[in-house]
C-alpha cells in the first residue's frame, strides 16, 4: 500500500472516530441524539455554535441515519450505498483536516 492511500485511510479512520466521538459526547450530555435539527432553531447562538459540531459530527449522523432507514424503512441499496460514499467522502475530508491542525500545532509529526 502507498504511503498516500496509507494516509487517506488513516485520515478517514480519524474522521469516522472524531464523528462518533463528537455525537457520542453529545448524546451523553444532553440525553439525546445529534441530529440535523440543530439547525431548526432560527437565527439564535446556539445554532451558530451547532454549526461547527454538525460539520464534524456529521458522517456519524448520516450513517446513524442511513443504516437505521435501511432496517426500518427498507431504503434502497442505491440510497444506501450513496449516503455511505457520501459520508466516507466527508470523513475523509474533516479527518484531513483534523490531522493538519495536529500537524500545525506540532501535536503530530
Do not use: H
Request: glycine residues 10%.
Amino acid at each position: 500500500m502507498s504511503p498516500d492511500a496509507l494516509n487517506s485511510l488513516f485520515s478517514l479512520c480519524i474522521g469516522f472516530a472524531l464523528a462518533g466521538a463528537l455525537a457520542s459526547g453529545y448524546q451523553a450530555l444532553v440525553q439525546r441524539p445529534a441530529g440535523f435539527g440543530l439547525l431548526q432553531d432560527g437565527v439564535a447562538p446556539r445554532t451558530f455554535a451547532a454549526v461547527p459540531f454538525l460539520v464534524f459530527a456529521a458522517p456519524f449522523i448520516i450513517m446513524r441515519n442511513t443504516l437505521r432507514g435501511a432496517r426500518i424503512e427498507r431504503r434502497r441499496f442505491e440510497f444506501v450505498m450513496m449516503a455511505t460514499v457520501l459520508a466516507g467522502f466527508w470523513s475523509l475530508m474533516s479527518g484531513t483536516f483534523f490531522l493538519m491542525t495536529l500537524r500545525a500545532a506540532g501535536l503530530l509529526a
